[in-house]
DNA sequence: TATGATT
């Protein structure tokens, strides 16, 4: 694992000019690091606190999924002192957290040209080192990180790999010039692309996201019947498994009236969200809910003069077994910092 | 902190 910004050993010119400490830096750039590989379990308040440790934090992000709230497993520190900066460079830097080693170092600025220089490699020669893989690439632009997969038994290489270019065109620029292309000696050519980014993921990995946190949270022996069938279910969905639901039977019978909502229009399964952040969004719960089936309307409850999130919502959903799906999936997942509590919603009228 | 409807 590398503990440093790769710069490619001695390539040609660069087309850029570094980007720190001339043409006008800002301070930023002396007391604004990104810190990377973070453990996934890490929180926003353990990030802040290890950092803290160093010296007084400006601001601090760990950053996570816009969705599920998960940790991408990075994040930002802006120290009052850039002397604490640079101590906590010298200091964390390689530091070792449970699997992961974290990597600690300047952050560059943000803009819209470093976005998206992120390349997925493959076809590689299972010989090459990251070494080699970076002089390949280094002639195309500045490399900022590069990692190429390894077997977790093995240890050799799966023949995969990422590069992170410091701009966008440095990256269009080697897929242009290497996607297909042998490498020396090579009897395959390679497949450049950009890599997916998290932002926009499918229902089904998401799904597999979902299963893999309820796993994590129920890490322990499964003695309880709601665990088991959230689990059961998580993974029949996730590999597509026909399966009918137990609870689809009994649930039925013990349902009278409870969640199905009538009206030609909003005909459907209605499920309370409770929960939600202030900041939450249709979106949210669009994506959450999405994966499981048919939605047909979403809704989140916002006071009238702050216009922020009361702290539920409601999920309309057409299918029943996929409405039970998605609560029995949902409720009790952990959204960002927030445990969700999902439920069919109940009806307070109808009382006379 | 807990079941809408400012469409």
Redesign the pocket.
């Known amino acids: 694992m590398e503990s440093q910004v790769a710069g490619g050993p001695a390539g040609p010119a660069l087309p850029n000019g570094p980007l720190l400490g001339t043409n006008g830096a800002t301070d930023d750039s002396k007391t604004n690091l990104i810190v990377n590989y973070l453990p996934q379990n890490m929180t926003q308040d353990e990030f802040k606190s290890l950092f803290g440790s160093i010296g007084d934090i400006e601001s601090c992000k760990l950053v996570r999924d816009k969705i599920t709230g998960q940790s991408l497993g990075y994040g930002f520190v802006n120290y009052s002192d850039p002397n604490d900066a640079d101590k906590a460079i010298n200091t964390l830097n390689g530091l070792k957290l449970q699997t992961k080693t974290i990597k600690v170092s300047y952050a560059r600025p943000s803009s819209a040209s470093i976005r998206d220089a992120n390349l997925y490699v493959s076809g590689l020669p299972k010989t090459m080192s990251q070494k080699e893989m970076e002089q390949l690439f280094s002639q195309y632009g500045r490399i900022i990180t590069s990692r190429i997969l390894v077997d977790q038994v093995t240890g050799v290489s799966r023949g995969v790999g990422f590069i992170r270019f410091d701009k966008r065109i440095e990256a269009e620029e080697a897929i242009k010039g290497l996607n297909g292309q042998k490498p020396l000696g090579a009897a395959e050519p390679i497949t450049v692309k950009f890599a997916n980014n998290p932002s926009q993921k499918t229902g089904q990995a998401l799904l597999t996201q979902l299963y893999q946190s309820s796993a994590r949270r129920y890490a322990g022996p499964l003695h309880h019947q709601t665990q088991r069938f959230r689990l059961d279910n998580l993974l029949n969905m996730a590999y597509g498994v026909k399966r009918f639901s137990p609870i689809a039977i009994d649930g039925m019978s013990g349902l009278a009236g409870v969640g199905l909502?009538g009206g030609a229009a909003?005909a459907g399964w209605?499920i309370?969200v409770?929960?939600l952040s202030p900041e939450a969004d249709e979106s949210v719960l669009w994506q959450l809910f999405g994966p499981f089936g048919a939605v047909t309307?979403v809704?989140v409850?916002r006071d009238?003069t702050t216009n922020k999130c009361?702290?539920?919502g409601?999920v309309?959903m057409t299918n029943y077994d996929e409405a039970a799906m998605a609560i029995a999936s949902l409720n009790g997942y952990r959204l960002g910092e927030r445990v969700l509590?999902v439920?069919f919603?109940?009806s307070?009228q109808h009382k006379a």
């Open positions: 909502s909003g209605c309370f409770y929960n309307n809704k409850i009238f009361k702290g539920f409601f309309t509590q439920s919603k109940t307070k």
